[in-house]
């Protein structure tokens, strides 16, 4: 999956925090919002691949939010600030044509700065899709959200190491086993990303946030992931808007 497409997936949480303009009506197979159980899961089910988004060292001792009737809500309570659940598809891009994919399935493992001030939006955007309100609806309140609009704390960052993430339709349905940060503003360029050789994707996602995915070889449950052609970074060519 190319950076852009990662960015539009599970990287979608990103675009939770972004300023939208005029929210362009969805297409294709996913035009408004499933049935909500096509959204839910079985909740031990839900725990499990939310805690396969870091390695146990990190996941056993972290909280856990699971997706209720209202919004995500408190499974389990950690020791290490570290916060893990599994993203749905309401925070992608909204021109994103997976908007309201009932299947897509992001495991992530939050650290406390990004807990702060990342997953506040994220929550508040799975109580507005489970609300019932519209993409366009959705829209206009990211404009004015305080939580759409925090700048993430520095050092936020998320990892994402499950090998049964779903993150879009297109290709093999996941992306690398990967580490996220979230910057404020920054020219990718200042991290060395999106360079030849450079294992540091970047992109700047609004005027208030970069985020920046790093590609680590394993998956969380110790498996190597294959890394065979394209590779993830070192070909600017794979990395266009």
Not at 29 to 41: E, L, N, V
Not at 66 to 72: C, K, R, S, Y
Not at 223 to 241: F, K, V, W
Request: charged share 15%.
């Amino acid at each position: 999956m190319s950076k852009r497409n990662h960015i539009g997936a599970a990287g979608g949480l990103a675009l939770a925090l972004t300023i939208a303009g005029t929210a362009q009506a969805a297409t294709g197979p996913y035009p408004s919002m499933a049935q909500r159980d096509q959204y839910m899961m079985d909740r031990a089910a839900e725990i499990a691949l939310a805690r396969s988004a870091a390695p146990p060292s990190v996941s056993n001792d972290a909280s856990v939010l699971v997706l209720g009737a209202h919004g995500f809500e408190t499974a389990a309570t950690g020791t290490n600030h570290f916060v893990c659940l599994v993203d749905r598809s309401w925070t992608k891009s909204f021109d994103d044509p997976e908007f309201w994919d009932p299947k897509i399935r992001g495991p992530m493992c939050l650290n406390e700065a990004a807990v702060r001030t990342v997953l506040p939006a994220i929550m508040e955007r799975a109580e507005w899709a489970l609300s019932g309100l519209s993409l366009a609806e959705i829209a206009e309140r990211v404009k004015t959200s305080p939580k759409a609009n925090t700048a993430p704390a520095p050092g936020a960052m998320s990892y994402m190491l499950s090998k049964q993430q779903y993150l879009s339709e297109s290709g093999t349905h996941y992306w690398y086993p990967h580490v996220m940060f979230f910057s404020p503003p920054v020219d990718p360029i200042a991290w060395g990303a999106n360079l030849k050789g450079s294992p540091v994707l970047g992109a700047v996602i609004s005027n208030r946030l970069t985020m920046f995915f790093i590609p680590v070889r394993k998956w969380s449950d110790g498996t190597l992931a294959d890394y065979g052609p394209p590779p993830p970074a070192g070909s600017t060519e794979q990395h266009h808007h």
